[in-house]
């Protein structure tokens, strides 16, 4: 493969696996740290959303530093932060000084250190490999940090059990300083855009010229709301209804993992299947699959048994994936290379910045006692009337190849 005969690509491709793995190690530790040690069970959700929310804030302006800085540079500086802050993590065991306050704080620096990152690798992939190798970069990008995703709480709970939080803490250190040195500038040698003038109203003028040219691009602007749509109505809705239906059917925690697991399984086998797509008709193919991924979701809704949610659960995942990876290519092809920082952070938020009002929704309906089954189908109704919409008002896109 053509792809791993590139240096640029296969330091930015391990760093990413890298980063993620560490990623993966660290909040699974912090998730028990607060469990067992702070013994502070509620405390978990404010961490989560203590990183969660910043990422989402700082990924509509990551585009614009994306576009205006060299790419590499900004990953290296933002994964050097972020491992520092692993140190700083370290330091509080090993001084036995764990603090509510600090772990917020520390929380909150990793969400917008993060929230800068992704669009930048996102926008710099296109510019390492050719653009007919360009999906099966993105496709083997995705699936091995799918792979990661699994890889590393089973390695947390190893480290955790032979060494403690000091080995788990210590070990995603180390692997985020990794990732930061395999993204050092002088490795990826990508472009150093033209220096520009720098302020905040600098900084907004380019945001809303971002929001401008996709709403004003037919392509980019039905990818974003493609992607939109299935994680709003698909994605979030069914990540925050695994454990409610779990424990709805009477099951336990490995039940709980096995569709955790199958959803998992699901998007990483999409996500290589995709490394086989060769004279595919890809504008068609998402819309074919967009329906698709609501026809499994409802089978999802219909399950009575744990085996019969996983697969469900593991379909929509294939098929979530089979939209987002083609639809992703797509909006890097058609991006210019000037604003393609912008682009991907536009099309982050739509991936992952209305998940949260999915569970925000979700979890005050159930808290009235509105039965999950019902939520869940109503969802899935209205993403697919707004997909049908969305199909109808999409030629472009539709006949783009």
Known sequence: MNLLQNPRFVFTWLSGMTLTLGFSIFFLSVSWLTIDVLKQPALLGIIMTAVSLPRVVMMIFGGVFADRFQKSRLLFLTNLGQGLLMVAVVALHLADAYSVFALIMISIVFGLLDGMSYPALSSLIPSLVKQEELQRANSLFQGTLELMFVFGPLLAGALLTWGGFGLSFGTAAALIFIAAILIMPRLIRDSIPLARAMSLGHVIFDLKEGIRYVSSTPILRSGTLSIAIVNLFVMGPLIMSIPILVGERGGNAFDLSLIEGGLAVGTFAASFLVLLFRSVHR???????????????????????????????????????????????????????????????????????????????????????????????????????????????????????
């Open 283 to 401: 504008g068609r193919f998402v819309f074919r699959v967009l329906f698709l991924t609501l026809g499994a979701f409802f089978l999802y809704t219909q399950a009575q048994s744990i085996t019969l949610l996983a697969l469900a659960a593991a379909a929509s995942g294939f098929m979530l994936m089979l939209v987002y990876l083609p639809t992703v290519t797509l909006m890097q092809e058609h991006s210019d290379h000037d604003k393609i920082g912008r682009v991907m952070s536009i099309m982050a938020l739509a991936a992952s910045g209305l998940e949260p009002i999915a569970f925000a929704v979700l979890s005050i309906l159930v808290a009235l006692a509105v039965p999950i089954q019902t939520l869940l189908i109503s969802f899935g109704i209205i993403g697919l009337v707004f997909s049908i919409v969305l199909y109808v008002r999409s030629q472009t896109f539709r006949d783009t190849r």
